[in-house]
């Protein structure tokens, strides 16, 4: 064992933090045990053990021992412990060195070490966006950038990200979330063996494949330094996040809790991630998450808790108090695909989806995500966590997953995605044209609706994951986003954009609490109602694929001040063309057609909305969405 000139200070330290934490000279060691057994705090440098501390019972209270060490240039070392024959990492370590890059499988035991940072300067708050306001826009941070055409100097890195900040502007979103951004296990481990944290090793594979999406348990103290260009995992991660603040963009991370994670262990987490990282909100997911108990702390009583299957409204009710809770489920994406491919019986479930928006919490909503198909896969897939990518929601009937070498039985079987004729990539003009349709018609489906909108990273691309709807382990072209495409494609880019704008300008399109079907301030019109061929009357027949839906603007405010507008929207999702009678205006408005769906340059720029000749009825094409203005106007030019 190596020698010091300058002597080690040690004295009994505070376990009320796990990890390091401390400045100068001086830093806290504490570490949670499994065990009785007294644990040894072991440091390195250059690769060699210079000293070796016994944290026995003076350092300890209850599971955790902690340590006061006190040493010049205390900061250039690594360190690990060891308690009886198990040498582990510090699961709070704030850095974690000694993995290989993102990918590579290491030849043996990885022997990982954490090293003691000097800190960086903690940043300031940001305001907090309204869920009603939010647009959520969902990313990997690795495979948003890898490919060679996602024209950044830093692919697949934090820095990559940062370098999008002008993209994710000119889009028009509000909130950035990461899928796991902090240390994982990127080789799950076999049943029997101890992990690098010194924890048993609970899942079996029948063979080992790259953890590529991060959900499973980690060091979630750490940001993952395989993202990170440089070799300061913290001050970029740091930086990334200050740009997208300056920018006016908040961020949200996703975390994955298992079920024997303890309680404490997953407050202290977020608590570390906030009070550190200034992090917004957090995605939650996992057995291991108590989220009454997060949802009650003071430190997160102004973050955001977005739980993906939790009773979400059941705590917010008990607990009262402004709207930060929020509801992330799948119940919005299959009833919507299911209505965009022309389902019977579904306009009801529609209308709910439509108008979904608690007074006490946030919902969520989305059509692709990254456990299934992308937006271009639904429809040639639609799109989140749970399955296609929007444009394999319009491609492929069914999941294409060969290249997880699990026989395609993993994965959902139940897309509710639909090819529009033709399972895959074809050259025919009419299937082409028709999945375009299906795809603006979804992302109509998406921003007209209530609550918050969550879009899938790339689905503005027409990115397509091959009809793979289950891409946990495809570090590859399967799981990047294709950015060419989304050149070749730009007007869909654009059509997304145009949409997040008309969203923002109406705010009767996104009401902080729900609408209500009464004219409850006496303006001669509800705030909502539903039509069919017959105004006034809503045909919710199981045979019904078509409705329309009145907004009554003057129950919303713009920023000006100024009452927004009427809003009709009527959806026509069946495959024959129908005559929608159009509800009376007040005398002076007349009916503006600001969207149609069917046609390729669906938007029509702000204030250059097409007058209808005819005041009561209009022709909607087969799978067509039409969006009108009732305004008063002078003048426009002719539908």
């Known amino acids: 064992m190596g020698t010091e000139r300058k002597p080690w200070k040690i004295s009994p330290g505070d376990p009320s933090r796990p990890g390091v934490t401390g400045k100068g000279n001086r ?71 000694g993995e290989p890059c993102f990918g590579e499988k290491a030849e043996g035991e990885v022997m990982t070490s954490a090293k003691v940072l000097r800190g960086y300067e903690v940043m300031p708050l940001a305001e907090t966006i309204p869920y009603e306001n939010m647009v959520i826009y969902k990313v990997h941070p690795r495979g948003y950038t890898m490919q060679k055409t996602s024209g950044v100097r830093a692919k697949g890195t934090f820095q990559g990200l940062a370098e999008k900040i002008p993209y994710w502007k000119e889009l028009g979103i509000t909130s950035l979330e990461l899928m796991p951004s902090y240390d994982f296990e990127e080789y799950p481990s076999k049943t029997g063996e101890k992990d690098r944290y010194g924890y048993d090793k609970t899942i079996r594979y029948q063979e ?26 913290e001050k970029e991660l740091k930086s990334f996040f200050s740009a997208l603040h300056e920018a006016g963009i908040e ?22 991630w906030r009070m550190e990282y200034r992090v917004d909100g957090f995605v939650l997911m996992g057995d291991g998450v108590w989220m009454e108990l997060l949802a009650r702390d003071a430190v997160l009583a102004d973050v955001k808790l977005i739980g993906c299957g939790y009773d979400m409204g059941g705590i917010a009710r008990k607990l009262g108090g402004k709207k930060r809770l929020a509801a992330c489920h799948s119940g919005f994406q299959s009833v919507m695909r299911r209505f965009l491919r022309g389902d019977e019986d579904q306009v009801n479930g529609f209308l709910y989806y439509t108008r979904e928006n608690p007074q006490d919490h946030g919902e969520v909503h989305y059509l692709a995500n990254h456990d299934g198909f992308t937006l271009a896969d639904m429809i040639n897939y639609m799109a989140c966590q749970d399955g296609f990518t929007l444009n394999d929601a319009v491609t492929y009937n069914y999941r294409h997953n060969e290249a997880n070498h699990e026989n395609n039985q993993d994965g959902s079987s139940y897309n509710y995605s639909w090819n529009c004729g033709v399972e895959g990539p074809t ?68 059509f997304v954009k145009d949409l997040i704008r008309f969203r923002k300008d109406h705010p ?27 105004a006034w009357f809503a045909d919710t027949e199981s045979s019904s694929r078509q409705i329309g839906i009145l907004y009554c603007g003057g129950y919303a ?75 008063a106007r002078e003048s426009g030019a002719k539908a």
């Not at 009527?570 to 024959?576: D, R, S, T, V």
């Not at 159009?582 to 340059?601: F, Q, T, V």
Request: hydrophobic share 30%.
């Open 27 to 97: 830093y806290n060691f504490a570490v949670d045990t499994r065990t009785g057994e007294s644990p040894e705090l072991l440091f390195y440098r250059d690769g060699r053990e210079e000293q070796r501390i016994l944290l026995d019972e003076t350092y300890r209270t209850g599971r955790r021992y902690a340590v006061m060490v006190e040493k010049p240039g205390l900061h250039q070392y690594e360190y690990r412990y060891r308690q009886g024959e198990i040498t582990f990492t510090d699961p709070a370590a704030r850095l974690v060195t």
């Open 427 to 494: 050259r025919k003009t009419s299937i082409l044209e028709l999945r375009r349709r299906q795809m603006r018609n979804a992302m109509l489906l998406l921003f007209l609706s209530q609550g918050t909108p969550l879009l899938y990273g790339g689905d503005e691309l027409e990115n397509s994951q091959m009809g793979n709807n289950n891409a946990y382990c495809q570090d590859n072209e399967i799981g990047w986003i294709d950015w060419k495409k989304g050149r070749s494609y730009s007007e869909f880019t654009g």
């Open 208 to 233: 080992e494949r790259l953890n590529y999406w991060g959900y499973t348990k980690g060091n979630y103290f750490a940001p993952k330094a395989s993202y990170c260009k440089s070799n300061q995992p």
């Open 557 to 631: 405010k713009e920023m000006t001040g100024k009452e927004d507008v009427f809003i009709y929207v009527i959806y026509n999702m069946h495959w024959n063309e129908h005559k929608f009678a159009l509800p009376d205006i007040p005398e002076g408005m007349r009916w503006y057609l600001a969207i149609d769906s069917s046609k390729k340059n669906s938007v029509c720029p702000k204030g250059k909305e097409l007058l209808l000749e005819e005041k009561k009825s209009i022709y909607v094409k087969p799978r067509t969405i039409l969006v009108l203005l009732g305004d």
């Open 251 to 272: 961020y949200l991370m996703d975390f994955y809790f298992p079920v024997e994670t303890d309680p404490q262990t997953v407050l202290e987490v977020l608590r570390f």
């Open 508 to 534: 009767i399109l996104h009401m902080p609490q729900e609408l209500r079907p009464t004219d409850y301030k006496s303006l001669g019109w509800p705030e909502i109602s539903y039509h069919s061929e017959r």
